[in-house]
């Protein structure tokens, strides 16, 4: 099997991950709804709360897509959640967040430690405001939620509350045309399968939404097998598990293979599964045109644009 891999150097806790795939709060777009010379007035999942205009100590609760997109607004946030501190993805420069105090988003965080950071505002995803409490947090600082169904809606949604609208909205923008020329290039007809292999030799494949890189081959037309319409699927938040007796489902002309080393016995079970014969009869697998991708190695919507490279790239082999 000729396998395409990226360095694989994100590392997170498998419960926790899965757990932040899960979450069921109901979350909405952040919008800005006024504004003052000093002051934002931001409406968001959790109701309506005044930021200031510029904030100076800020606290980062989205792990590294947050943080990406800070650092991309031109913000070094004090404190950011991140899968673990001493592993931060390639497309974060450590230059980048020197001197930012990093907490791994798989133990719980000392809100006393984040209240004496004294920080002017703290943003993050629902999930993890949520998990932290909203209540508390407001009390430190104004406490403000993003609520976009991907990396590219979270960034824009962060810019704007920043103030940078104008940014996002040209950055998008370039965002799009570079998709839509992917797309023109790829033609019609480019199919796919998505799967990740958990330790255990656990089989998920993965169908849409909130997974980025199913989402983002659903952008460039791919289309994919199994697309989640198939019978007997459970899908549940674009993910389904499978028994080894149903790898036939992986029939795409590509398979993007989405992995973790730092994921304790994944390493084992993708070496298991890989060596099943169920394994070898799948279509991608026999023509060699399996990609390996770090499932959490593309922070951000810079890591979007990555992403988008090195897709295009593999499904022009």
């Not at 792990?63 to 404190?79: C, K, S, Y």
């Not at 420069?93 to 133990?107: I, W």
């Not at 199913?214 to 459970?234: A, F, I, K, Y």
């Amino acid at each position: 099997m000729r396998i395409h891999s990226r360095i694989l150097i994100s590392l997170a806790l498998l419960g926790l991950l899965l757990a932040a795939c899960g979450g069921n709060i109901e979350t909405k777009p952040l919008v800005v709804i006024g504004e003052t010379a000093t002051t934002r007035t931001i409406e968001h999942t959790f109701g309506i709360t005044e930021i200031p205009a510029n904030p100076q100590r800020v606290i980062a609760l989205g792990e590294e897509g947050m943080l990406a997109d800070l650092l991309d607004a031109g913000i070094t946030p004090v404190a950011s959640i991140v899968n673990l501190p001493e592993h931060l993805p390639a497309f974060i420069n450590p230059e980048e967040v020197a001197g930012v105090e990093l907490y791994s988003s798989s133990t719980n965080t000392s809100v006393e430690r984040l209240a004496a950071l004294e920080p002017d505002l703290i943003i993050g995803t629902a999930f993890f405001i949520d998990q932290i409490g909203y209540e508390t947090l407001s009390q430190m600082a104004p406490t403000i939620a993003v609520g976009g169904s991907d990396e590219v809606e979270n960034y824009a949604q962060t810019l704007t509350a920043l103030g940078l609208a104008e940014q996002a909205a040209s950055d998008l923008a370039a965002f799009d045309a570079a998709v839509a020329a992917a797309r023109s290039q790829l033609g019609s007809g480019a199919n796919a399968s998505v799967v990740v292999i958990y330790p255990g030799e656990s089989v998920a494949v993965l169908t849409d939404r909130p997974r980025t890189v199913p989402w983002l081959l659903r952008e460039l037309g791919v289309t994919l097998h199994p697309d989640g319409s198939e019978e007997g699927l459970n899908v549940r938040t674009g993910r389904a598990f499978i028994s080894l007796e149903r790898l036939d489902l992986l029939s795409g002309d590509h398979l993007f293979l989405l992995q973790s080393d730092g994921v304790e016995g994944e390493a084992e079970s993708v070496a298991e599964i890989s060596a099943n014969p169920l394994w070898q009869q799948i279509p991608a697998v026999q023509a060699g045109k399996v990609t390996v991708l770090d499932r959490l190695g593309y922070p951000g919507f810079r890591g979007m644009n990555a992403l988008l490279q090195d897709l295009v790239e593999a499904l022009s082999q």
